[in-house]
Nanobody
């Protein structure tokens, strides 16, 4: 069984910063793409950022470009989301997502989410 566990959420004032972490654990051979999504109250879950295994490619939703940075540490099986210049509209539950592979199968996993609240 593979688990993704997010941490680092919390409450912050607008303009502040937070760094989210998501660590994968369990039995697997490799992780390819890792990503962050978020879901604001009353809204659908939306894509935030993605990074490939080698870190050579990443992409972001338009609203966070220039403010958020996704990175990963493959030794620690962890993906990070550095969030700067936070805005009220960044308030959401943030979810980690990963494509996890064994020698015989590949599966997509979600974390349980971590709450980010941005206040004025």
């Amino acid at each position: 069984q593979v688990r993704l566990v997010e941490s680092g959420g919390g409450s912050v004032q607008a303009g502040g910063s937070l760094t989210l972490s998501c660590e994968a654990s369990g039995r697997f051979d490799s992780i390819s793409d890792m990503a962050w999504y978020r879901q604001a109250p009353g809204k659908q879950r939306e894509f935030v950022a993605l990074i490939t295994r080698g870190g050579g490619y990443s992409r972001y939703t338009e609203s966070v470009k220039g403010r958020f940075t996704i990175s990963r540490n493959n030794v620690k099986n962890t993906v990070y989301l550095q969030m700067n210049s936070l805005k009220l509209e960044d308030t959401a539950v943030y979810y980690c997502n990963a494509d996890v592979h064994t020698i015989s199968s590949s599966s997509n996993y979600w974390g349980q989410g971590t709450q980010v609240i941005v206040s004025s």
